[in-house]
């Protein structure tokens, strides 16, 4: 036996630690997070075989780190082994980048904020650094693996199949989209290829990050939940599908979208994803359907970081918690309080020997809130109801005596599941079965014989006849033995009038009318055609003067918040004060009665006039229309209305007379024109038109409208071709220019007879035409012995225009070659013309909406000056 090499055991291990693409982007993910980054881009290429890019914006990593930053086992997360327990960062063991470094070619450019400037560092497959340079990236931290498993060449082999790099990529992006949701500050960014596969932004809460990664219809169709414990020390928070949700917009048939964290770790969980998917299951009307679905959902479990264990996997996907069992439990009460008790599959199968009810035990350190209604399960053919004194007994036994553990909803307290009696027909809860009173619905048409006691024994089967299994009385109460019906209709008994009468039966009751009075959607009530305010609770006006004072002390408070903190003021309000808001509100009901009393008889003797007009018109047709004398006063009423449209005339506009001659106008526009024609011709400013947004100019003996902002943007876009430079960007890869590339030998030559710069020391030269270097290229040419030798080749071109490159090269030069172009600006390719023209309207955008007189006349005097004709 013996000793293996260093190189062979840091292979070994360092493929253990990297399996795939996906652990690379999780340990430099959480490295980055580690350092309180707030901004993250993550860029693949070949699906993060060729390259693996993860830049943020954090701490960075300081300059007596640098030397055994990517060294085994050197970690600045913790000392020594008791810092687990207190353990609150995602990396711990200082292995990810030693082991990067040993499978992959690792450059690592990083800046803190006392840093001047960026470096960076290439490593070694032993992680030492072997060169440094400076960077122009800013703060924060950027790791780049290039050619990853190159020296695994059947790993390499496994994931660079097709089907398996689009898993791997999709795999990806379901680990960005769990820290977006449980971190939703942060900004994530996914790029394949040079191509945004996924992006989130910073929001402000998880419901916001939930949107972004499951979309706003899956969202709305979700509750906000919170559960916290005292012994032991547990809180989960997140979001749950709703009760009865339509399963199709809230699961998948996969995981991939049910996050699971402890402590903000996303973790792989089979014992809570089996109970999370049991009980969501029990809450769907569908369950074969649901069964094989995985609910969409954010749950954070936080417990002590000395209960958990997170070294016990390579990739820290796996926990072991010391108290799984209280970690369960609390997750199964909170669960029960959302959906309800959950029906095992067996229990559904099975049809079990002995009639009754199952039962779920409710945990005796946990507060459950129960539903307002409750469902009952049916294991045999016997109907079961909960009478109301059972059912206060149950809400009795229900609520514990131990109240330190609550499980309520953080947000909103929609998250209470309201059953409405539809729902008893798939019954699907459970309860204690003491709390279950037996009765037995009898059906008075019901013929079949009491059975005996003997019949009923235990040993003994009764038979059915096909007779009584086809009109319903196959199944009798052994007690009673009267006929068990499947369903039934209860009516509430008929309630006694104050009077002493009695109410009609339910069948005379009409039935499209509204018995209950609904509530008040307005702050008004219209009777009688007459809008009456309605009266204002105690509580109401009590509202009105608190809510201005809790929005001073908290002015970010939401209107749950305000309205919460209203109700706790109005609970601790001393006797004295509440009687006199109680005053004030019997003082609003009686304002309310009268007005109410008035606009009823208003509206009844508005009837009675409806009427009496109605009984006129009748008469007058039965009398042939006979046209009724003229009143005492009706004159003056015609006078009155024939006097309307006079008052409706315009009153008449102000004149003003002024002296007009046309042979004095004449002589001066022949002088003004003879003083035109003396002096040069050129534009002169005469005013600005308001209503065109323009001004009116004098050119020779034409009057013309100028649009000065038309006239900025052509001078800018004159000036951007003339002088601007765009600037450019070094390429990794040179290209390298043939006569084939540029188009032929002559362009070639054009190309070489342009301005070049003196050799440098290493014998490179570089053109420094400005027809070139203006338009974006930066190209160098490396002489040889021979024409034939020489190498040329473009290192650097302008990267703010999309699809940039050899082709606008070929254009410049056979503008040099055709047109003998000798400036920058006939020397512009097309695309070159086009974004310069674009930023000459943005620029003049920029300028102010109304310009003065003195701005307009500059202007103008730079049209002069460059002897522009500017249309009209």
Known sequence: ???????????????????????????????????????????????????????????????????????????????????????????????????????????????????????????????????????????????CAANLFKNLPVRRQYYSNTKKCKEELKRVQNLLMAYAVVKPELRITLSHNKAVVWQKSRVSDHRTALMAVLGAASVANMLPVQHHQEQPEIGIDGFFPKPGSDFNSTSSSTPDKTFIFVNSRPVHHKEILKLIKQYYTSAQSNKESANRRYPFLMMNITIPASTVDVNLTPDKTEVMLQNKEGVLLAVETMLISLYGYSIDNDDLKTGG???????????????????????????????????????????????????????????????????????FDSINSSLPADDVVMNSTADLNCNSPKPSKSDS??????????????????????????????????????????????RSSPSKRPSNVIMEKMAKLTAYELISNRSVRQPSSAFSLFEQDTRSQVLQVNPRASPQDVTTAVKERWESLGEEDRKKYESKAEKSLNAYNLQRK?????????????????????LNKAQGVKRKAPLANQQALDKLFSSQPSSKRSPAKLSKPLPFSIATLKQSFNLLSYQNSSSAQGLRL??????????????????????????????????????????????????QLTDGVLGGPEYMEVLLNMEKDSACFNGDIYFTDPRLVANGFEIKMIPGSLS????????????????????????????????????????????????????AVRLARQLPLNLTRADVTNTMKIVIWNNKCLPC
């Not at 909960?386 to 036994?397: H, R, V």
């Not at 008035?598 to 009748?618: H, L, P, V």
């Not at 038309?710 to 290209?735: D, G, H, S």
Request: net charge negative.
């Open 1 to 143: 036996m013996k000793a293996l090499p260093a190189e062979t055991v840091r292979l070994l291990c360092s493929s253990q630690v990297i399996t795939s693409v996906l652990n690379v982007v999780k340990e430099l993910v959480e490295n980055s997070l580690d350092a309180g980054s707030s901004s993250l881009e993550v860029k693949l290429e070949n699906y993060g075989l060729d390259r693996i890019e993860v830049r943020d914006n954090g701490s960075g990593i300081k300059a007596t780190d640098v030397p055994v930053m990517a060294v085994k086992h050197y970690t600045s997360k913790i000392s020594c082994h008791e810092d687990l327990e207190r353990l609150e960062t995602y990396g711990f063991r200082g292995e990810a980048l030693a082991s990067l470094c040993a499978i992959s070619e690792v450059v690592i450019t990083t800046r803190t904020a006392d840093d001047e400037f960026s470096i960076q560092y290439s490593v070694d497959h032993n992680g030492q650094i072997v060169s440094q340079k400076p960077s122009h990236l800013g703060e924060g931290t950027t790791v």
């Open 353 to 423: 020997s002995r009639p009754g009810v199952s039962s779920v035990d409710v945990p005796e350190h946990t507060n459950v809130v129960p539903t307002p209604t409750t469902d009952v399960r049916l294991d045999e053919p016997e109907l079961l109801e909960i009478s109301p004194t059972n059912a206060d007994k149950q809400d009795g036994e229900l609520s514990l005596s131990n109240t330190a553990n609550t499980s309520s909803s953080s947000i909103s307290e929609d998250w209470v599941i309201n059953r409405s009696s539809s729902d």
């Open 457 to 502: 024994g235990p040993g003994q089967e009764s038979i059915v006849s096909a007779e009584s299994w086809s009109t319903g009385k196959a199944f009798s109460n052994q007690v009673t033995g009267e006929c068990l019906e499947p369903v039934k209709l209860h009516v509430p008994k008929a309630h006694e009038d104050l009077g002493g009468s009695t």
């Open 598 to 618: 008035r606009a009823a008889e208003g509206g009844g003797q508005c009837e009675e006039g409806k009427k009496q007009m109605s009984a006129e018109s009748s």
């Open 686 to 735: 005469v005013n600005r038109l308001a209503s065109h947004g323009a001004w009116v100019v004098l050119c020779g003996k034409k009057l013309m409208l100028l649009n000065p902002f038309r006239v900025e943007e052509a001078l800018l876009f004159k000036r951007l071709l003339e002088n601007n430079i765009l600037p450019t960007v070094r390429l990794q890869t040179p290209v």
């Open 788 to 839: 034939s030798e020489r190498h040329v080749e473009v290192t650097g071109m302008a990267d703010c225009m999309p699809f940039f490159g050899i082709g606008d090269l070929r254009e410049i030069l056979q503008a040099i070659k055709v047109r003998d172009a000798k400036t920058v600006e006939q020397c512009r390719p097309l695309k070159v013309s086009n974004y310069l023209e674009s930023e």
